[in-house]
């Protein structure tokens, strides 16, 4: 199975120099927590990684193939700081929206997904009605339908309750036992068993 590598990173944003020289690895099953204070370039890290923004130096690869390139992106799900769902569409419609982003799913079935995430006869509820934490729970229900290799999500536990934080946990934990990755940022406490940690 393929490890991720990121080598001697470098990232400025303006005249602020967030980090240089980052380098580390990730092999199948770890899961890695990035920390640091806020303004500290957790959140542009994890963009980085996801072939979402450009570093200033250095390199990342998932096995053999290189960041933006499109085998790379076919192996990698991001899911940002905010739900990024359009409130004129069902829950269901937005997740159909998402998975036609190039993440890499068979055979969806997204009413299933949408009841692991405790969102059950919800399909068709507009995302514009749903409380925030509902909002998260659909974004976060694709983490129950994809098949990529490589989970980035910046800050999946934000306005969620206990019980959604568990279950996000589970899931995490569940996808890196199957061989998966994962890299997350969050100002919260986690109960991710054989976490590693950096700190930027």
């Not at 199948?28 to 570093?55: D, W």
């Not at 982003?101 to 969102?119: M, Y």
Request: with cysteine.
């Amino acid at each position: 199975m393929s490890k991720l590598t990121v080598n001697d990173l470098s990232c400025q944003r303006g005249y602020n120099l967030l980090f240089e020289n980052l380098s580390f690895n990730l092999k199948p099953g770890e899961i890695l927590r990035i920390s640091g204070s806020n303004g500290s370039g957790k959140t542009s890290l994890i963009k980085i990684i996801a072939g979402l923004s450009s570093a200033e130096s250095g390199s990342i690869d998932y096995g053999s193939y290189k960041v933006n390139t499109e085998k790379y992106q076919l192996e990698t799900l991001y899911l940002g700081h905010y739900a990024a769902l359009s409130p004129e569409l069902s829950c269901i419609e937005n997740l159909k929206y998402l998975t036609n982003l190039s993440t890499k799913i068979v055979a969806p079935n997204f009413i299933n997904a949408l009841e692991k995430v405790g969102l059950r006869n919800y399909e068709n509820e507009l995302a514009g009605k749903l409380s925030a934490g509902q909002k998260r729970r659909v974004a976060l229900s694709l983490l129950f339908i994809s098949q990529c290799k490589v989970w980035l999500l910046d800050e999946p536990f934000t306005s969620l309750d206990s019980d959604g934080v568990k279950i996000i946990e589970n899931q995490i934990e569940k996808h890196c036992l199957k061989g998966g990755l994962c890299i997350l940022t969050t100002h919260q406490d986690c109960n991710i068993t054989n976490l590693r940690e950096i700190s930027l």
